[in-house]
């Protein structure tokens, strides 16, 4: 197996020395080309802590062909909800998603960003009526290209360091 | 579906043309002709910070169209003091009145309010954020007092924090005006404001000096730098003082410039220019009421 099925044995690619780095899953969830570096912040999206019972591989830095390098994050017995990937897409544009069934990935996509995010990131304006005691979840507008979220309730705009904007 | 009032974004350029046109119209009720367009409705006044126009041009008209006012009073003696959210509160005053006007010192306070509020709620201003009925006041008498075709104006002052300017330059972006900045450079409008401008079509410039552009334009727009929104004492009085319009400035203007200004005004127009043909800014003052008259008929579905 090579790079281009999701869940195979290694991650190397080009290299005729095929190394185990990380085992292929039953049953699951395989993402798969995230932005090297962001693959940690995938786990805090996923709200996969120290005490998470599920078995989590992690792969990082692993050369890639298109990427040069990616991040690899395979969670066993949990397959992801349309909800969880969105958020994935803000760290991770080009991230693929690949559901496993019995070793074999039945559904393949890529992350989309949705248009529109709730609860998802908290406004950086401190002065925001989202950032207060108010009953109010945090809503803002999605541009795509490039990243831009605008905030419903008090117009500003993240486009940088939206990982460390995650709630 | 309820008629909020909360940015000016929400507006698109025909329905800006059917209240201004329709402000017309109230402009005798605001002289003092009778009326009793909202007979028997009541208007809630919220004002979780300080403001003495707005505030009482709102029920100036209230009050000439035959409607009741009531307000919170003071913020200290109020719920808020005991610490109820503005969400609650907004639920409470929608069992008591037809319409809310709201301003608060939170970016987004109004939009969350109208989430909660089976009543419209007006913005009045939220924070640094948005203040459209000044919007539709400054647009009103730039209708009546010049042109918003080929408009072309200076804006002048505090363009970084100041929410008048902000919602104004959107709106004439809708009207394609020519618009000049004119700020010292630590309150210049900020990028992202610009970048939504340019979106829109607006034709932009920049500059720090005031005296370049008197010549070329019709509308000179001027705030005041405002203290309460420096984070820092000491950037307030680095700029502050920094544009101040006189006779000797005008001097070079054209004739049917027009000079505008929200209020309340501390030194950037010399009280010499109040008795010259250009001085509009009480005018504006007045305008407020025929508008905010429009806005609350419309609010509570009497026109």
Redesign the interface.
């Given at each position: 197996m090579t790079e281009s099925g999701a869940n195979t044995d290694t991650f190397s690619t080009g290299s005729s020395k095929k190394e185990m780095r990380v085992r292929r899953i039953k049953h699951g969830t395989v993402i798969d080309h995230v932005t090297a570096g962001q693959a940690l912040n995938v786990l805090r999206i996923l709200g996969i802590s120290g005490t998470t019972k599920a078995v989590v591989s992690v792969a990082m830095n692993v050369p890639s062909g298109v990427m040069g390098s990616k991040d690899i994050v395979k969670v066993e017995d949990r397959e992801l909800e349309e909800e969880e990937v969105d958020r994935i897409s803000l760290i991770a544009p080009n991230a693929t998603i690949n559901i496993i069934r019995d070793f074999e990935v039945i559904e393949k996509y890529k992350v989309d960003l949705p248009d529109s995010l709730e609860g998802v990131v908290k406004c950086d304006n401190p002065n925001c009526i989202s950032n207060t005691n108010e009953p109010v979840t945090s809503k803002f507008i999605v541009n795509k290209k490039p990243v831009e979220l605008r905030c419903i309730y008090c117009d500003h705009v993240i486009s940088e360091g939206i990982a460390e904007h995650l709630i | 579906m309820l008629h909020h009032i909360i940015?000016m974004?929400d507006f698109s350029r025909d329905e800006i043309d059917i209240i201004l046109k329709r402000a017309k119209g109230f402009e005798p009720i605001a002289k003092g002709k009778k009326s009793d367009m909202l007979s028997g409705k009541i208007l809630a006044t919220l004002f979780y910070e300080p403001s003495t126009r707005t505030r009482m041009s709102f029920e100036t008209a209230m009050k000439r169209l035959g409607g009741d006012v009531i307000d919170l009073g003071s913020i200290e003696s109020s719920s808020v003091a005991k610490g109820e959210?503005?969400?609650d509160t907004i639920r409470v005053i929608g069992n008591y009145a037809d319409a809310i006007v709201l301003r608060?010192?939170?970016?987004?306070?109004a939009?969350?309010a109208a989430?909660?509020s089976r009543v419209p709620i007006i913005n009045a201003g939220?924070?640094?954020?948005?203040h459209p009925t000044q919007t539709l006041l400054d647009l009103y008498t730039i209708m009546r007092e010049s042109s918003l075709s080929n408009l072309k104006i200076a804006i002048v002052g505090d363009l970084k924090y100041g929410r008048t300017v902000h919602s104004l330059a959107y709106a004439l972006s809708l009207y394609r005006a020519d618009m000049t900045l004119v700020s010292p450079k630590q309150l210049q409008m900020p990028d992202?404001i610009k970048k939504d401008l340019k979106k829109q079509g607006a034709s932009v410039s920049e500059t720090v000096n005031i005296e370049g552009v008197i010549d070329d334009i019709d509308v000179l727009y001027i705030t005041r730098i405002q203290k309460e929104r420096f984070p820092d004492p000491s950037e307030y009085q680095k700029v502050a003082g920094s544009y101040r319009v006189t006779e000797e400035l005008l001097k070079k203007a054209r004739n049917n410039l027009i000079v505008m200004h929200p209020l309340p005004r501390v030194d950037e127009i010399d009280p010499a220019v109040d008795g010259t043909r250009y001085a509009r800014y009480f005018e504006q003052a007045f305008y407020g009421v025929p508008v905010r008259m429009t806005l609350l008929a419309m609010a509570m579905e009497a026109l």
């Open positions: - | 940015s974004k959210t503005l969400a608060h010192t939170r970016e987004g306070a939009r969350m989430e909660h939220d924070g640094a954020g948005h992202v």
